[in-house]
Structure formats: structure tokens, C-alpha cells
């Protein structure tokens, strides 16, 4: 299912962090008492009463302002409500309603979204009388919460996942879904208009043309395969870190929407840091992938470029050197429908089970050969392991004490793992119990 996308929004030092961090769970935002120290969104997943949504902490929003920064945060807000599907307009009860925050009333109203109104560091219930003044903001009933000390907050969250359905009340689309995803001008929608072979989407060399995420249906190989296209911007902004908070801000609903994710690079370029930030979103995220260097054509090769640059590449992505990588021109269509096969590869992959006597047997002399070791001197046993899930595949290890097995021992049986089953460009779940 698409996740649902939550945006927190207000002025700066209302306690949008604070709420962001009451929901979630821990402290992820930096909370301060100075304002505008969230200057980049914050995202995180969430849970509640068994449904799922992302939330997106974003700065605090200041009108009418010539500062560069500030600017950024307000175009990066405005962004997260054009994506939201719920939007959490924060507002402080321990000074009332201010006229800065009229503007971006209005701004939530001509939207047309859902908003819900918090009123926020309502710390005891004398304060709620005063609540009532921010019914003029004309986006219905405010909420009182406090976000530091938890109060009401259970009920805010009841109200946020009221119109989320549940999974088993959605249709499910049994359609191989593939999100090409990327950074904004690495020739996505290009890929996917030689998929289709005719322009299903407008294609240019400015960056972050794509506004929408547009879904194309392909048959391939007698299968309807459903490409989902994402990018950023459609016009050109003065403030770059908005082009890469909106690309992101797309490709976090791609991904949780997709089935498997093809990862576009540039060929001229290699794996950059917002790249590898792409990498880890879908790896967090559990999605089978796919690296796939375009513009191959741009590129001046011999017989060996395409195999030293893979030797590179897999040297930067480190623990996630499992993922396939296909080299591709969407220009000259080379390689674009082998790109189709890796992906229809990879789903198998994701969704195989290994029998549970395999797995001991072949896991039970590579723990043997090197076994666990524990700085607190204790030993650690792994008694049995078996495959309890598919995509993602997750494999439980029963053990003494699963507080003891270190990281570099859990990469470890992960790496024995793909030794044995390959799992390609599938990310692994290990998890540890107590026999």
C-alpha cells in the first residue's frame, strides 16, 4: 500500500520537533529553544493502532522574509503540503494566536487538504479556555496537546490515522509495480518513454521537469508491469535544497508504493552522496533494487571501463554491494528492457523460501567454522535458524542470548546467506531470539 505522507508545518518554535518526536517515539529532530534550528526536513515512519504513515517534520515557517534560509524553509513547507495527504498545522497556546500565522492559514485553506489544527504547550487544562480564539483561523476544530508532556497526544494520534484504511480493507494490485527513482536529471522519464515507445511523459534537459509520480502500464513478456516515473520541481527554484527536498519528498512514496526500485545514476557522474541517500531510503524501506548507470552512451570506454566502474561503484555502496548494477542508455534504448528482467529476477528472488533443514544444515558449518564471539566473555550459542517471511525476506535466529551477537556478526550471516541463496539486490531482516 502507498504510505500515507503526515506533514508538520507551522511557525518556528511551536514545537514542531517536539511533536515530531512524541510521535515517532525517540528523539530524531534536534528540539531547541532557539528558533529555526529545524532547517531540513526530518522524515520517519510511524505506527499507530496498527496503521502505518510517514512523517515529515519541516522549519518553521516564516512569511514575508528576505532571508535566504528562511525562504528555503518556506518553499520546503509549502512542497510538504502540496505532498501531504494530512497536514498538522502547529500552533503555540502559551502566547495565542499572531498575525505571521494568518498567511499560512491561508495557504492550508486554498490547498485544500486535510488539516488537522494543533494547538500546542496546552500543559493543563486551565489553558484550554484559550484555545478557542484560533476557531478564526477558519480550519476547524482546534486540538489541544502538550507534545513535551504527552498529554493528548493519543488522541491526536487516533484523529491522524482516522481515514487511513487498513490493509486488508485496500484492493490489492497483484502487478509487478517498479519505481525509477533517482536524482533529478539522471534520464528517468526518458527510460520510461523507451520502455513505452512513445511519450508517455514530457522529457527536457532542465531538472526536476517531472511534477506528478505518473504510473505507466507495460506488458512485457505476456505481464502488465507497472512503471511508476518520479523526479522534482517543475519549474527551476532559486533555492536548490528545495529541487532535493522535493525529489525526496517523491521518492518516499515511490519506494513505500513500488515492489522493486530502480535506482538511475548518471554514468558521467558515478554514485553521488544524495545517490547513496537513495540507496539507504530504499534499503531502510526493505525494497528490492536495482543500480542502473545511464547515459552509458556519454561515456568514452574501452573493454574494460564498464567492469572498473563496477568495481567502483560496488566499493561505494559497502554493505549494499548485493544490489545488481546494469549499465543503460535510455537515449539509444541500450540494455532498457534488460533492465525489465533484472527487476522481474530480483521479485522472485525476494519472495523464495529457503527450506529450514537447508538452512540449518549449510548455516550450521559456517557458524562452526566461525562462531560467535562476545566482549563480555560469555559464549554465545545459535542453536536453530529458519526463514519465518518473504519480501522482505526474514530469517530468525534462536540463540542464548541475542543481547550478545554483534553487528559484525550478524553482516556475517548475512554474507553466508547470500553465499549460499544469492537473495540479488534483495535486502535481508535478520532478527534475533531467545531460545
Avoid at 502487478?175 to 511523459?201: E, Q
Avoid at 536548490?240 to 527536498?245: L, N, P, Y
Avoid at 568514452?300 to 561505494?316: G, I, N, P, V, W
Avoid at 542508455?329 to 534488460?338: D, E, F, G, M, N
Amino acid at each position: 500500500m502507498s504510505r500515507w505522507l503526515v506533514a508538520i508545518v507551522g511557525r518556528p518554535n511551536v514545537g514542531k520537533s517536539t511533536l515530531f518526536n512524541r510521535i515517532i517515539g525517540h528523539r530524531q529532530a534536534i528540539v531547541h529553544d532557539t528558533p529555526g534550528v529545524t532547517r531540513d526536513r526530518h522524515y520517519a515512519e510511524a505506527e499507530w493502532a496498527g496503521k502505518r504513515f510517514t512523517l515529515i517534520d519541516t522549519g518553521g515557517y516564516v512569511p514575508a522574509s528576505e532571508d535566504i534560509i528562511e525562504v528555503a524553509v518556506k518553499e520546503q513547507a509549502q512542497v510538504a503540503i502540496e505532498e501531504a495527504d494530512l497536514v498538522l498545522f502547529v500552533v503555540d497556546g502559551s502566547v495565542g494566536r499572531l498575525p505571521m500565522e494568518t498567511e499560512l492559514a491561508d495557504v492550508l485553506r486554498k490547498a485544500g487538504k486535510q488539516v488537522l489544527l494543533i494547538v500546542n504547550k496546552v500543559d493543563n487544562d486551565r489553558r484550554i479556555p484559550q484555545v478557542a480564539e484560533f476557531f478564526e483561523f477558519g480550519l476547524g476544530t482546534p486540538i489541544p496537546v502538550s507534545a513535551l508532556m504527552g498529554l493528548r497526544t493519543g488522541d491526536l494520534l487516533d484523529l491522524i490515522i482516522k481515514d487511513i484504511p487498513a490493509p486488508d480493507e485496500e484492493a490489492e494490485d497483484t502487478r509487478l509495480k517498479i519505481a525509477i527513482i533517482g536524482r533529478p536529471n539522471v534520464g528517468k522519464s526518458m527510460f520510461v518513454n523507451a520502455l513505452l515507445r512513445k511519450n508517455r511523459n514530457i522529457v527536457t534537459d532542465i531538472p526536476g521537469t517531472t511534477r506528478d509520480p505518473i504510473d505507466s502500464v507495460l506488458r512485457y513478456h505476456g505481464e502488465e508491469l507497472v512503471l511508476i516515473d518520479t523526479a522534482g520541481l517543475r519549474r527551476r527554484s532559486k533555492i536548490s535544497e528545495s529541487i532535493e527536498f522535493f525529489s525526496a519528498v517523491r521518492t518516499i512514496k515511490s519506494v513505500e508504493r513500488c515492489d522493486v526500485a530502480v535506482i538511475m545514476i548518471d554514468a558521467r557522474e558515478g554514485l553521488q552522496h544524495q545517490d547513496l541517500r537513495i540507496v539507504e531510503l530504499a534499503m531502510e524501506r526493505h525494497r528490492a533494487s536495482l543500480l542502473t548507470v545511464n547515459k552509458w552512451d556519454l561515456v568514452e570506454k574501452d573493454h574494460r571501463t564498464s567492469s572498473l566502474m563496477e568495481k567502483a561503484l560496488r566499493a561505494k555502496l559497502r554493505a549494499h554491494d548485493f544490489l545488481p548494477i546494469i549499465f543503460t542508455s535510455a537515449l539509444t534504448h541500450q540494455r532498457v528492457y534488460k533492465v525489465l528482467d533484472f527487476v522481474r529476477e530480483i521479485d522472485q528472488e525476494q519472495n523464495k523460501r529457503v527450506e529450514t533443514s537447508k538452512l540449518n544444515e549449510l548455516l550450521g558449518v559456517d557458524i562452526q567454522k566461525f562462531p560467535p564471539r562476545s566482549h563480555s566473555g560469555k559464549e554465545v550459542k545459535i542453536n536453530y535458524v529458519t526463514q519465518v517471511k518473504t519480501k522482505p525476506p526474514v530469517f530468525a535466529f534462536f540463540c542464548n542470548d541475542p543481547t550478545l551477537v554483534e553487528e559484525n556478526y550478524k553482516r556475517y550471516l548475512e554474507n553466508q546467506i547470500r553465499a549460499h541463496f544469492a537473495f540479488t539486490g534483495v535486502p535481508l531482516v535478520l532478527t534475533f531470539k531467545k531460545k
